[in-house]
């Protein structure tokens, strides 16, 4: 989920099992939505993306869901392998209006355990 | 393809010095975006072009000035840098392709 303060939280999950990575977004009018994955010392990755008029979708091993009633996101990881460790960040977007301003979340840390 | 390149990779200022961030893109993008990254936290935009000659504030501009004369380059100014500066820049440009992101400047105010 999002992080407070200067501490990102932080998702362990043992290789081979699912995660999932939350983000909450703040802006209703927000059409797209993208995740991205961030390794140490690298930019931003991009993972999967949707648009307001889905709720799910689905890319190799990853899923996004979304849930505009409360504006809540979510990234889902099958089968977690040692090379998902990474800061994941959700980002927010209204291009219907011709923005391409994204705005990012705080990010979580996954730590997968081999 | 590139993509987006940027330099330097690292830099170490004094406070008070200039300097400017390199970004250049070879995807013909027209959007192009400079982001700051500090420990804990997302990325947050500090100015942005819609296309050549056109520049914009994003949500934290303080203390740095753009400049678009060109498609392909979008360069970050630093006029007197100030240790509260210190952090990661990132670069990107958006097309129809998505949005792509650069390495990275580590820049240290001392």
């Known amino acids: 989920g999002e992080s407070v303060g200067l501490h990102l939280p932080t998702l362990s999950v043992q290789e081979g099992d699912n995660s999932i990575i939350n983000c909450a977004y703040s802006?209703?009018?927000?059409?797209?939505f993208i995740w991205y994955k961030q390794e140490s010392g690298k930019g931003p990755q991009f993972i999967i993306d949707?648009?307001?008029?889905?709720d799910k979708r689905q890319g190799q091993r990853v899923t996004v869901l979304l849930n505009k009633t409360v504006k809540h996101l979510s990234l889902q990881i099958a089968a977690t392998q040692p090379g998902d460790s990474a800061v994941y960040f959700c980002?927010?977007?209204?291009?219907?209006?011709?923005?391409?301003?994204?705005?990012f979340g705080k990010g979580t840390k996954l730590s997968v355990i081999p | 393809n590139a993509g987006v390149t940027q330099t330097p990779k690292f830099q170490v200022l004094k406070t008070g010095q200039s300097m400017t961030l390199q970004c250049a893109q070879d995807?013909?993008?027209?959007?192009m975006s400079w982001y700051r990254q500090d420990p804990g936290m997302g990325l947050r935009l500090i100015h942005y072009?819609?296309?050549?000659?056109?520049?914009d504030q994003g949500e934290v501009p303080n203390g740095y000035n753009v400049s678009r004369s060109t498609t392909e380059d979008f360069p970050l100014r630093l006029l007197s840098a100030a240790p509260s500066q210190t952090s990661v820049y990132f670069c990107?440009?958006?097309?129809?392709?998505?949005?792509?992101f650069g390495s990275g400047t580590r820049l240290t105010v001392v």
């Open positions: 949707i648009r307001s008029n889905m």
């Open positions: 980002a927010e977007t209204e291009q219907g209006a011709g923005s391409y301003q994204l705005t």
């Open positions: 995807m013909n993008h027209e959007y």
């Open positions: 990107a440009s958006s097309g129809a392709s998505g949005y792509t």
């Open positions: 802006n209703s009018a927000s059409d797209y």
């Open positions: 072009s819609v296309g050549a000659g056109i520049t």
